[in-house]
C-alpha cells in the first residue's frame, strides 16, 4: 500500500495537539514553536499532494478500512482537484495563524494551541472524508475548539458570539444527520462516492427534496447564504485574529465545499429544479452583503459582511451550474461557473484571510477599529497602507490580483446560463469598490494625518512574514491563472460529465 | 519578422519590472528609482517604434495582424486563449503611446522634484504605462480589459497622490467609482459576447462566421424584447467607453482628477487613458457597425457629439488652467466617439492621436506655467509671455493644433470628422445622425478655439494680475519634451492629408495614415466646402478670443467679461449642476440604502429573528422545566404518593402476631373451598 498521505496530514495535528497536552504549560515558547512546526508537517505533504495529483484521475490518494462493519461505516478518504487546494489553503492559513498567534496570544498559550490544533484536524477531516459518517463527525469536531477559542479568547461579548456560532451551526448540522440517515436507509451505504452513483430517492422527488432541503441547510447555515448568515458578524468580530483568520478563510468552506462534494452529486435533480432559489438566495448575498458592508463602522464587521457577498459568487457559480444540469450544450459555461466558484473559494481564504490578519495589525497598536478614529495614516504606515491596498483591491476584484478571476468565471459562467442573475449580481461589483476604497482605503489612510496616532508603529517583522505568502499568492494566480485553474478545472468536468 | 514581432510581449513587460523594482527595492534611492522608470518606458518606446515602423512596411501584418500568444486557461474542455497582437491599429497606438509616456516620464523629474513620494509616482506612472501599452498590444476584449482595469487602478492612485489634501483623495474615489460603473456596463457586454461567440479573441470574433453568426442572432432584453444581438453588445461595451472616456453622463469624474500632479493629467487624463474608451469602440468597430441601422451607431453618436459640444460650452466659463483643458479633453474625446457613430473610423483613430500630442503637449505646458507661476488660477496669471518664453511658444502651437488652424496636427484630424460627417449627412438626409454630428462638431470647433484663445491671452497676455507672482522658465528636463511634442503637434497632421489635396497629398504619401489604418474602410473624399468652413470658423473662435481677452487684456480686480452673460455664466461656471444632481439623487440615497438594509439586518428583521428563535428556544425549554416540575414529576411524585398510601393501608395489616397470620390462612383456605364447592366446573 501507498503512503497514506491523507491520513498523515489529517492526523499529525491531533497528535501534535495531544503531545502539546502533555506539555508543561508554562513552557510557552516551546509549545509555541512545537505547534508551529508540527503544523508544517501538513502543509509540505499538503504541496507534495498538488504536485502529485493527477489532476484528470479523479478522487485519489484513496484509503478504505472498515470502521464499523456493521452499519457498513468506513474509513474512506480521497482527495481531488477540488478538495487539493482547500486541504493546501487549509494547512497554509494554519500555519499562519500559529505564527501570528505565538506573538499575540498571552494567556491560556498551552490549551490555544491545544484548540488550534484540534480545529486544524477536524478541518482536512472534512476535506478527505468520502464517508458520510467519518464526514459528519469531522464536521461536528470542528465546531469544539472554535467555539472555545472564540468563547474565551474572543473580545467582550463572546460568550453570546459563541453559543450563537454553535448553537446555529449544530442546528444545520441535525438536519443534515436526519437527511444522512435517511439517504443510508435509502441506499444502504454511508459512503459518499456510492451514494451519489446510486442517486438517493431517485424513485420520490419529494423524499428527495426533503434531505435536499435538510442537507442545505446545514451547508447554507456554515456558508453563510443570506437569511442565515448573522451568526457571522458576531463570530468574527469577537473572535481573536487568527480564529477570524480560520473561520473566514476554513470554516466557511466546508460549506461549500459540501455543497460540491455532497449536494450537487447526490441530488442533481432537486438541486436543477431548486436551482432559480439559491440562485435568488446568492444574488441576495451577493449585493446585499456589498451593501451592508458599506453601512459599516467596524472594520472587522466590514470585512465579515464582506464575506458574505464574496461567498455568494461562489453560491452563485453553483447554483447556475446546477440551473443547466440537463442541457447538453451548457457544459463550457457550466465548468467555467463552477471552476470560478472553486477559485473564489480559494481566492477568499488568500484574501479575506489577510484581511482579517491586517485588522488584527491595526487593533493590536490601537485598540480601536473604529473607522471614524483613523485618517491620514499611509504616510504614518506606507508598509501596512501597501499591503492593505493590495489585500483590499484583490478583495474588490482588481485584475492582475487573483479575486478577479473567480469573479469572472463565475459571472462568465452564469451569464450565458441565467443572465438576468449575472446582471442583478455585477452590482455588487460596484459597492465592493465603495466599501473598500470609501471606508477602509479612504477613512483609515488617506486624508489629513490624524495626531492621536503620531506613535502609531508600521508592521512588525513577524506581521510581514505572515502575510508575505497571502499577497504572494494573490498576485501569482493573479497574473498566471491557469497554475490552479488547471487543477480545478479538470475536477469540476469530471463532475459535470458524472452528472449529465 | 516573424522573431521581431514576437517581441511584442516585452513592451509592457519592461514599464513592469521597473514598477516593481522601485516598488520593492529602490523607493529610497530617488535618482535610481527616475532612471529605473525611464529606462522601463525607454525601452518599451523603442522596441514599440521599431515594431511600428516595421509593420507599418508589412501589409500582411496591417491586414491580418500577428498574434504572440502568452497562456491559456482551461475552460470545461476548451480553452481561454489569452495573448498579444500587432495590426494596424496596435501599429498606430504604438507610434504614439510610448513616445508620449516617454516625454512625461522626462518631464515629471523636473515637476515631481521635492516630493516625499517621488518614487511612488515613479513606480505609479510605469504600472500605469504596463496597463496602456498591454491594453493596445491585447488580442482579446478580456485581456484588454485587465489592462483596462489597471489603469483605473493607477488613475485612482495618481489622482489622490497628494492624498493628504481631502479633495485629492475624494477625487480618486469618485474616479474609480464612477469608470467602474461604466466597467461593469462594459463586464456585462463582454460576458454577452463571450457567451453569445465562445471567444474574446479579436480575430476570432472579426472572422466572417461569427460576425454573420452576430448578425443572424437575436436575444431577449428585458424591458426592450427580442433584438439582434450585435447592438446590444456594443451598446453594453460603449458604456465602458463612456466611464472611460469621460463622456456625458459619467464625465463627472475627469475635471476633478486635475487634482493629480500634472505630468499625470497630461498622461492619463488626457493622452493615453481616457483615450482607451475611444480605442475601444474602435477596436470593437465591426461590432457597432455590424447592423448600422440599429441602435448601436446612433447612440454612440449621439453620445459623442452631445459631450463634445457640452463641455466646450462649460470650458468657456472655467478659471482654473487645467480644468479648462480638462472639459477640452472631454470635448475632443466626444469628437472621436461622434465620428465613430457616424462611420469615420479612420478620421476618429487619427485625431486620437493627434489629439494625444498636442493635448499632452497643452497639460505639460501648463504644469509649466503652475510650476513657474505657482497658481492654477488664470485669473491671478497674465504676461507670462516673457517670462517664460519656450512654454508660451510651445503652448500656442499646441493651442492653435487644437483650434483647428492649418497646417497644424489638429486641423487635419478634426476636418477629416467634419467631411465625413459632412459626406454621410449628403447620404442620409438632414433628419438623421451624421448632420447632427456635423452641425454640434462644426459649433464645438468655434466654441474650442473660443476657449482656448481666452485661456493663451488670460495666461500668457497683458500684466500679472497677482502681486506675489514671481514667474520663471521651468528648467530643461522640463522644456525638452514639451519643444518634442510641439514638434509632432505642428506637422503630424501631414500623415493624413486627404489624398485628393493638392500638392501636400502626393508629398506626404496619399495620406499615409489611411494606408496604414484604414486599409479596410474608404478614405474619406476631399471637401473644399466643409474644410474652408472649419477653418473660418477656427479663426472666428480665435477672433472673438482676441476681441474678447486680446485686445485689452484683463487687469487685476476685472471680472471676467463672460460674467455679463448673467445666470448663463452661473450655470456653465457650475458645470450645470450635475455634480449636486448626482450627489443628491444616486449617491445618498445609495449610503442612505445601506444603512437601512443594515437595521434591517442587525436591528429589524433578520438578525432579531435569530435571536427571537433563540429566546423561543429558551422559552420553551423553560415551559420544559415547568412542565417537568408540575406534571412529569408530579405524576412521578403522583405515584409514590399513591403507592405510601396503599403502603400505609396494608401496613395495617402486617401486626407481627402469628395468631393473625393464622386465622387469615385458615379463612382463606376456607373461602377458597366454598368457590371450589358453587362454581361450575
Same mark, same amino acid.
Given at each position: 500500500?501507498d503512503f497514506?498521505?491523507l491520513?498523515v496530514i489529517?492526523?499529525?495535528?491531533?497528535?501534535g495537539?495531544l503531545?502539546v497536552?502533555c506539555?508543561?504549560?508554562e513552557?510557552?515558547?516551546?509549545?509555541?514553536?512545537f505547534?508551529?512546526?508540527v503544523?508544517?508537517i501538513?502543509?509540505?505533504?499538503s504541496i507534495?499532494?498538488w504536485?502529485?495529483?493527477?489532476?484528470d484521475?479523479?478522487?485519489q490518494?484513496e484509503?478504505?478500512?472498515?470502521?464499523?462493519?456493521?452499519i457498513h461505516?468506513?474509513?474512506h478518504?480521497?482527495a481531488?482537484?477540488?478538495?487539493?487546494p482547500?486541504?493546501f489553503l487549509?494547512?497554509?492559513l494554519t500555519?499562519?495563524?500559529?505564527f501570528?498567534?505565538?506573538?499575540?496570544?498571552?494567556?491560556r498559550?498551552?490549551e490555544?494551541f491545544?484548540?488550534?490544533l484540534?480545529?486544524?484536524m477536524?478541518?482536512?477531516g472534512?476535506?478527505?472524508?468520502?464517508?458520510f459518517v467519518?464526514?459528519?463527525?469531522?464536521?461536528?469536531i470542528g465546531?469544539v475548539?472554535?467555539?472555545?477559542l472564540?468563547?474565551?479568547?474572543?473580545?467582550?461579548?463572546r460568550?453570546y458570539?459563541a453559543?450563537k456560532?454553535?448553537?446555529?451551526?449544530l442546528v444545520g448540522?441535525v438536519?443534515?444527520?436526519l =437527511?444522512?440517515i435517511?439517504i443510508?436507509l435509502?441506499?444502504g451505504t454511508?459512503?459518499?462516492i456510492? *451514494?451519489?452513483?446510486l442517486?438517493?430517492?431517485?424513485?420520490n422527488?419529494?423524499?428527495g427534496?426533503l *434531505?435536499?432541503w435538510?442537507?442545505?441547510?446545514?451547508f447554507a447555515?456554515?456558508v453563510?447564504m443570506?437569511?442565515f448568515?448573522?451568526?457571522?458578524p458576531?463570530?468574527?468580530?469577537?473572535?481573536p485574529?487568527?480564529?477570524?483568520?480560520i473561520l473566514?478563510?476554513i470554516?466557511?468552506?466546508?460549506?461549500?465545499?459540501?455543497?460540491?462534494?455532497?449536494?450537487?452529486?447526490?441530488f442533481?435533480?432537486?438541486f436543477?429544479?431548486?436551482?432559480?432559489?439559491?440562485?435568488?438566495?446568492?444574488?441576495?448575498?451577493?449585493?446585499y452583503?456589498a451593501?451592508?458592508?458599506?453601512?459599516?463602522?467596524?472594520?472587522k464587521?466590514?470585512?465579515a459582511?464582506s464575506?458574505?457577498?464574496h461567498?455568494?459568487?461562489?453560491m452563485?457559480g453553483?447554483?447556475?451550474a446546477?440551473?443547466?444540469?440537463g442541457?447538453k450544450d451548457?457544459?463550457?459555461?457550466q465548468?467555467i461557473?463552477?471552476?470560478g466558484?472553486?477559485f473564489q473559494?480559494?481566492?477568499?481564504?488568500i484574501?479575506?484571510?489577510a484581511?482579517?490578519?491586517l485588522v488584527g495589525v491595526?487593533?493590536e497598536?490601537?485598540h480601536?477599529?473604529d473607522?471614524?478614529a483613523f485618517?491620514?495614516?499611509?504616510s504614518k504606515?506606507?508598509?501596512?497602507?501597501?499591503?492593505?491596498?493590495?489585500a483590499?483591491l484583490a478583495?474588490?476584484g482588481?485584475?492582475?490580483?487573483?479575486?478577479?478571476w473567480?469573479?469572472f468565471?463565475?459571472?462568465?459562467g452564469t451569464?450565458?446560463?441565467?443572465p438576468?442573475?449575472?446582471?442583478?449580481?455585477?452590482i455588487?461589483?460596484v459597492f465592493? =469598490? =465603495?466599501?473598500i476604497l470609501?471606508k477602509?482605503i479612504?477613512?483609515v489612510?488617506?486624508g489629513?494625518?490624524?495626531?492621536?496616532?503620531?506613535?502609531?508603529?508600521d508592521m512588525?517583522?513577524?506581521?510581514?512574514?505572515?502575510l508575505?505568502?497571502l499577497v504572494?499568492f494573490?498576485?501569482?494566480f493573479?497574473?498566471?491563472?491557469?497554475l490552479?485553474?488547471?487543477?480545478?478545472?479538470?475536477?469540476?468536468?469530471?463532475?459535470l460529465?458524472?452528472?449529465? | 519578422?516573424?522573431?521581431?514581432?514576437d517581441?511584442v510581449r516585452?513592451i509592457p513587460?519592461f514599464?513592469f519590472?521597473?514598477f516593481?523594482?522601485?516598488?520593492?527595492?529602490?523607493?529610497?534611492?530617488?535618482?535610481l528609482s527616475?532612471?529605473l522608470?525611464?529606462?522601463?518606458?525607454g525601452?518599451?518606446?523603442?522596441?514599440?517604434?521599431?515594431?511600428?515602423?516595421?509593420?507599418?512596411?508589412?501589409?500582411?501584418?496591417l491586414?491580418e495582424g500577428?498574434r504572440?500568444?502568452?497562456?491559456a486557461?482551461?475552460?470545461?474542455?476548451?480553452?481561454?486563449?489569452l495573448?498579444?497582437q500587432v495590426d494596424?491599429?496596435t501599429?498606430?497606438?504604438?507610434f504614439m503611446?510610448p513616445?508620449?509616456c516617454?516625454?512625461?516620464?522626462?518631464?515629471?523629474?523636473?515637476?515631481?522634484?521635492?516630493?516625499p513620494?517621488?518614487s511612488?509616482?515613479?513606480?505609479?506612472?510605469?504600472?500605469f504605462a504596463?496597463?496602456m501599452?498591454?491594453?493596445?498590444?491585447s488580442?482579446n476584449?478580456l485581456?484588454l480589459y485587465?489592462?483596462?482595469e489597471v489603469m483605473?487602478l493607477c488613475?485612482?492612485?495618481?489622482?489622490g497622490?497628494w492624498?493628504?489634501k481631502?479633495s485629492?483623495m475624494?477625487?480618486?474615489?469618485?474616479?474609480f467609482i464612477?469608470?467602474?460603473?461604466?466597467?461593469?456596463?462594459?463586464f456585462?457586454?463582454?460576458?454577452?459576447?463571450?457567451?453569445t461567440?465562445?471567444t474574446?479573441?479579436?480575430?476570432e470574433?472579426f472572422?466572417?462566421e461569427?460576425?454573420?453568426?452576430?448578425?443572424?442572432t437575436?436575444?431577449?432584453?428585458?424591458?426592450?424584447?427580442?433584438v439582434?444581438?450585435a447592438?446590444?453588445i456594443?451598446i453594453?461595451?460603449f458604456?465602458g467607453?463612456? &466611464?472611460?472616456s469621460a463622456?456625458?453622463p459619467?464625465?463627472?469624474?475627469?475635471?476633478d482628477?486635475?487634482e493629480?500632479p500634472?505630468?499625470?493629467?497630461a498622461l492619463?487624463h488626457?493622452?493615453?487613458?481616457?483615450?482607451?474608451?475611444?480605442?475601444?469602440?474602435?477596436r470593437m468597430?465591426?461590432?457597432?457597425?455590424l447592423?448600422?441601422e440599429t441602435?448601436?451607431?446612433?447612440v454612440?453618436?449621439?453620445?459623442g457629439?452631445?459631450?463634445?459640444?457640452f463641455?466646450a460650452?462649460?470650458?468657456?466659463?472655467?478659471?482654473?488652467?487645467?480644468?479648462v483643458?480638462a472639459?477640452?479633453?472631454?470635448?475632443?474625446l466626444?469628437?472621436m466617439?461622434?465620428a465613430?457613430?457616424v462611420?469615420?473610423?479612420v478620421?476618429?483613430?487619427?485625431?486620437?492621436i493627434t489629439h494625444a500630442?498636442?493635448k499632452?503637449?497643452?497639460?505639460?505646458g501648463?504644469?509649466?506655467v503652475?510650476?513657474?507661476?505657482?497658481t492654477q488660477?488664470m485669473?491671478?496669471?497674465?504676461?507670462?509671455r516673457k517670462?517664460m518664453p519656450?512654454?508660451?511658444?510651445?503652448f500656442?502651437?499646441?493651442?492653435?493644433?487644437?483650434? &483647428?488652424?492649418p497646417?497644424?496636427?489638429?486641423f487635419?484630424?478634426?476636418?477629416e470628422?467634419?467631411a465625413?460627417?459632412?459626406e454621410e449627412?449628403?447620404?442620409?438626409?438632414?433628419?438623421?445622425?451624421?448632420?447632427?454630428?456635423?452641425l454640434v462638431?462644426?459649433?464645438?470647433a468655434l466654441l474650442?478655439?473660443?476657449y482656448m484663445?481666452?485661456?493663451?491671452?488670460?495666461?500668457?497676455?497683458g500684466?500679472?494680475?497677482?502681486?506675489h507672482?514671481?514667474?520663471h522658465?521651468?528648467?530643461k528636463?522640463?522644456t525638452y519634451p514639451?519643444?518634442?511634442?510641439?514638434?509632432?503637434?505642428?506637422?503630424?497632421?501631414?500623415?493624413g492629408v486627404?489624398?485628393e489635396?493638392?500638392v501636400? &497629398?502626393?508629398?506626404f504619401?496619399?495620406n499615409?495614415?489611411?494606408?496604414?489604418v484604414?486599409?479596410?474602410?474608404?478614405?474619406?473624399?476631399l471637401n473644399?466646402?466643409?474644410?474652408?468652413l472649419?477653418?473660418?470658423l477656427?479663426?472666428t473662435?480665435?477672433?472673438?478670443?482676441?476681441?474678447v481677452?486680446?485686445?485689452?487684456?484683463?487687469?487685476h480686480?476685472?471680472p471676467?467679461p463672460l460674467?455679463?452673460?448673467g445666470?448663463?455664466y452661473?450655470?456653465l461656471?457650475?458645470k450645470y449642476y450635475?455634480?449636486?444632481f448626482?450627489s443628491k439623487?444616486?449617491v445618498?440615497p445609495?449610503?442612505?440604502?445601506?444603512?437601512?438594509?443594515?437595521r434591517?439586518?442587525n436591528?429589524?428583521v433578520?438578525?432579531?429573528?435569530v435571536?427571537l428563535?433563540?429566546?423561543?428556544?429558551v422559552?420553551?425549554?423553560?415551559l420544559?422545566?415547568?412542565f417537568d416540575?408540575?406534571?412529569?414529576d408530579g405524576?412521578v411524585?403522583?405515584?409514590?404518593?399513591?403507592t405510601?398510601w396503599?403502603g400505609?393501608?396494608?401496613r395495617l395489616?402486617?401486626? &407481627?402476631?402469628?395468631?393473625?397470620?393464622?386465622?387469615v390462612?385458615v379463612?382463606?383456605?376456607?373461602?377458597?373451598?366454598g368457590?371450589?364447592?358453587y362454581?361450575?366446573m
Amino acid at each position: 500500500m501507498d503512503f497514506p498521505i491523507l491520513t498523515v496530514i489529517t492526523f499529525v495535528p491531533l497528535l501534535g495537539s495531544l503531545i502539546v497536552l502533555c506539555m508543561p504549560k508554562e513552557r510557552e515558547r516551546l509549545i509555541k514553536q512545537f505547534s508551529i512546526a508540527v503544523s508544517f508537517i501538513p502543509l509540505i505533504l499538503s504541496i507534495l499532494l498538488w504536485v502529485n495529483l493527477d489532476k484528470d484521475a479523479g478522487i485519489q490518494f484513496e484509503e478504505l478500512v472498515a470502521w464499523i462493519p456493521a452499519i457498513h461505516v468506513n474509513y474512506h478518504v480521497g482527495a481531488d482537484g477540488l478538495s487539493v487546494p482547500l486541504i493546501f489553503l487549509t494547512a497554509l492559513l494554519t500555519t499562519l495563524s500559529l505564527f501570528y498567534s505565538s506573538f499575540t496570544i498571552k494567556n491560556r498559550v498551552k490549551e490555544f494551541f491545544f484548540l488550534f490544533l484540534l480545529l486544524e484536524m477536524g478541518m482536512f477531516g472534512v476535506f478527505v472524508s468520502l464517508d458520510f459518517v467519518l464526514f459528519y463527525v469531522f464536521w461536528e469536531i470542528g465546531l469544539v475548539p472554535m467555539y472555545f477559542l472564540i468563547g474565551v479568547w474572543g473580545g467582550p461579548r463572546r460568550e453570546y458570539a459563541a453559543i450563537k456560532f454553535f448553537l446555529y451551526t449544530l442546528v444545520g448540522s441535525v438536519a443534515m444527520l436526519l =437527511a444522512i440517515i435517511g439517504i443510508y436507509l435509502n441506499t444502504g451505504t454511508f459512503d459518499i462516492i456510492q *451514494a451519489a452513483a446510486l442517486r438517493p430517492f431517485v424513485e420520490n422527488f419529494t423524499l428527495g427534496a426533503l *434531505a435536499f432541503w435538510a442537507i442545505f441547510l446545514a451547508f447554507a447555515i456554515k456558508v453563510p447564504m443570506f437569511p442565515f448568515h448573522t451568526w457571522l458578524p458576531d463570530a468574527h468580530v469577537e473572535a481573536p485574529t487568527a480564529g477570524s483568520v480560520i473561520l473566514a478563510g476554513i470554516l466557511l468552506k466546508l460549506g461549500c465545499y459540501g455543497f460540491f462534494r455532497i449536494l450537487l452529486p447526490m441530488f442533481p435533480e432537486q438541486f436543477h429544479y431548486f436551482a432559480p432559489v439559491v440562485a435568488v438566495l446568492a444574488v441576495i448575498s451577493i449585493v446585499y452583503g456589498a451593501m451592508v458592508s458599506m453601512a459599516q463602522w467596524d472594520l472587522k464587521k466590514l470585512i465579515a459582511y464582506s464575506s458574505v457577498s464574496h461567498m455568494g459568487y461562489v453560491m452563485l457559480g453553483l447554483a447556475a451550474a446546477a440551473f443547466a444540469l440537463g442541457s447538453k450544450d451548457m457544459l463550457t459555461s457550466q465548468a467555467i461557473a463552477m471552476n470560478g466558484a472553486v477559485f473564489q473559494m480559494f481566492n477568499h481564504g488568500i484574501i479575506t484571510g489577510a484581511l482579517f490578519f491586517l485588522v488584527g495589525v491595526i487593533y493590536e497598536r490601537a485598540h480601536t477599529r473604529d473607522l471614524k478614529a483613523f485618517g491620514g495614516l499611509a504616510s504614518k504606515v506606507p508598509y501596512y497602507y501597501g499591503i492593505m491596498l493590495v489585500a483590499g483591491l484583490a478583495s474588490l476584484g482588481l485584475p492582475g490580483l487573483a479575486g478577479f478571476w473567480g469573479e469572472f468565471f463565475v459571472f462568465r459562467g452564469t451569464f450565458a446560463i441565467a443572465p438576468v442573475y449575472a446582471a442583478v449580481g455585477v452590482i455588487g461589483i460596484v459597492f465592493t =469598490a =465603495a466599501y473598500i476604497l470609501w471606508k477602509v482605503i479612504q477613512h483609515v489612510f488617506l486624508g489629513p494625518f490624524n495626531e492621536k496616532w503620531a506613535d502609531l508603529r508600521d508592521m512588525d517583522t513577524y506581521e510581514k512574514i505572515t502575510l508575505w505568502p497571502l499577497v504572494g499568492f494573490m498576485v501569482l494566480f493573479g497574473l498566471y491563472p491557469p497554475l490552479i485553474v488547471d487543477t480545478i478545472n479538470a475536477a469540476m468536468t469530471r463532475l459535470l460529465s458524472g452528472l449529465m | 519578422m516573424t522573431e521581431l514581432f514576437d517581441w511584442v510581449r516585452l513592451i509592457p513587460l519592461f514599464p513592469f519590472l521597473a514598477f516593481a523594482i522601485i516598488l520593492l527595492f529602490t523607493q529610497r534611492n530617488q535618482k535610481l528609482s527616475t532612471y529605473l522608470a525611464w529606462v522601463g518606458i525607454g525601452l518599451a518606446w523603442i522596441l514599440g517604434w521599431t515594431i511600428a515602423f516595421r509593420a507599418m512596411a508589412d501589409p500582411h501584418v496591417l491586414e491580418e495582424g500577428f498574434r504572440a500568444p502568452i497562456f491559456a486557461i482551461p475552460t470545461g474542455r476548451g480553452l481561454l486563449e489569452l495573448g498579444f497582437q500587432v495590426d494596424a491599429l496596435t501599429t498606430a497606438m504604438l507610434f504614439m503611446v510610448p513616445f508620449v509616456c516617454l516625454m512625461i516620464f522626462i518631464y515629471s523629474k523636473g515637476y515631481m522634484h521635492g516630493d516625499p513620494r517621488y518614487s511612488r509616482f515613479f513606480a505609479y506612472v510605469s504600472l500605469f504605462a504596463t496597463g496602456m501599452l498591454g491594453l493596445i498590444v491585447s488580442d482579446n476584449l478580456l485581456l484588454l480589459y485587465i489592462f483596462w482595469e489597471v489603469m483605473g487602478l493607477c488613475s485612482y492612485l495618481l489622482i489622490g497622490f497628494w492624498f493628504e489634501k481631502p479633495s485629492a483623495m475624494k477625487a480618486g474615489l469618485k474616479a474609480f467609482i464612477t469608470t467602474r460603473i461604466g466597467d461593469v456596463i462594459m463586464f456585462l457586454g463582454m460576458l454577452l459576447l463571450y457567451s453569445t461567440t465562445g471567444t474574446l479573441s479579436f480575430h476570432e470574433i472579426f472572422s466572417e462566421e461569427t460576425l454573420h453568426f452576430l448578425k443572424e442572432t437575436m436575444v431577449w432584453v428585458p424591458l426592450v424584447g427580442t433584438v439582434p444581438v450585435a447592438p446590444v453588445i456594443a451598446i453594453l461595451l460603449f458604456g465602458g467607453a463612456v &466611464g472611460k472616456s469621460a463622456q456625458f453622463p459619467l464625465h463627472v469624474w475627469l475635471p476633478d482628477a486635475m487634482e493629480g500632479p500634472t505630468p499625470v493629467s497630461a498622461l492619463i487624463h488626457a493622452a493615453t487613458m481616457v483615450s482607451a474608451g475611444v480605442y475601444l469602440v474602435a477596436r470593437m468597430f465591426p461590432i457597432f457597425a455590424l447592423l448600422p441601422e440599429t441602435a448601436s451607431m446612433s447612440v454612440v453618436a449621439f453620445i459623442g457629439g452631445f459631450t463634445a459640444l457640452f463641455a466646450a460650452t462649460i470650458a468657456l466659463a472655467q478659471d482654473d488652467i487645467k480644468r479648462v483643458l480638462a472639459y477640452s479633453t472631454i470635448s475632443q474625446l466626444g469628437y472621436m466617439i461622434a465620428a465613430l457613430g457616424v462611420g469615420a473610423y479612420v478620421a476618429a483613430t487619427f485625431h486620437l492621436i493627434t489629439h494625444a500630442f498636442f493635448k499632452a503637449l497643452l497639460f505639460l505646458g501648463s504644469g509649466s506655467v503652475i510650476h513657474g507661476a505657482g497658481t492654477q488660477d488664470m485669473m491671478e496669471m497674465g504676461g507670462l509671455r516673457k517670462k517664460m518664453p519656450i512654454t508660451f511658444w510651445t503652448f500656442l502651437v499646441g493651442m492653435l493644433a487644437l483650434a &483647428g488652424v492649418p497646417p497644424f496636427a489638429g486641423f487635419w484630424s478634426k476636418d477629416e470628422i467634419l467631411a465625413h460627417a459632412f459626406e454621410e449627412f449628403l447620404h442620409k438626409g438632414v433628419a438623421s445622425w451624421p448632420f447632427f454630428v456635423w452641425l454640434v462638431l462644426s459649433l464645438g470647433a468655434l466654441l474650442t478655439a473660443f476657449y482656448m484663445a481666452r485661456q493663451v491671452f488670460l495666461t500668457f497676455y497683458g500684466e500679472t494680475r497677482s502681486h506675489h507672482m514671481h514667474a520663471h522658465e521651468s528648467p530643461k528636463v522640463m522644456t525638452y519634451p514639451l519643444i518634442a511634442l510641439a514638434v509632432f503637434a505642428a506637422l503630424l497632421g501631414f500623415a493624413g492629408v486627404p489624398e485628393e489635396f493638392p500638392v501636400l &497629398g502626393p508629398l506626404f504619401g496619399h495620406n499615409f495614415f489611411h494606408h496604414v489604418v484604414g486599409h479596410a474602410y474608404p478614405a474619406t473624399p476631399l471637401n473644399w466646402g466643409v474644410m474652408g468652413l472649419s477653418v473660418l470658423l477656427a479663426l472666428t473662435g480665435l477672433f472673438l478670443g482676441w476681441v474678447v481677452y486680446g485686445r485689452n487684456p484683463l487687469k487685476h480686480g476685472q471680472p471676467d467679461p463672460l460674467t455679463k452673460l448673467g445666470p448663463m455664466y452661473t450655470l456653465l461656471r457650475n458645470k450645470y449642476y450635475i455634480d449636486e444632481f448626482y450627489s443628491k439623487v444616486i449617491v445618498r440615497p445609495a449610503v442612505a440604502l445601506a444603512t437601512l438594509l443594515f437595521r434591517f439586518d442587525n436591528s429589524w428583521v433578520v438578525d432579531p429573528f435569530v435571536n427571537l428563535v433563540g429566546k423561543v428556544g429558551v422559552w420553551l425549554s423553560d415551559l420544559g422545566r415547568i412542565f417537568d416540575l408540575n406534571i412529569i414529576d408530579g405524576i412521578v411524585n403522583g405515584v409514590a404518593a399513591v403507592t405510601a398510601w396503599f403502603g400505609k393501608i396494608l401496613r395495617l395489616t402486617q401486626t &407481627g402476631k402469628a395468631q393473625n397470620y393464622l386465622l387469615v390462612a385458615v379463612l382463606t383456605v376456607l373461602l377458597l373451598l366454598g368457590l371450589y364447592l358453587y362454581l361450575p366446573m
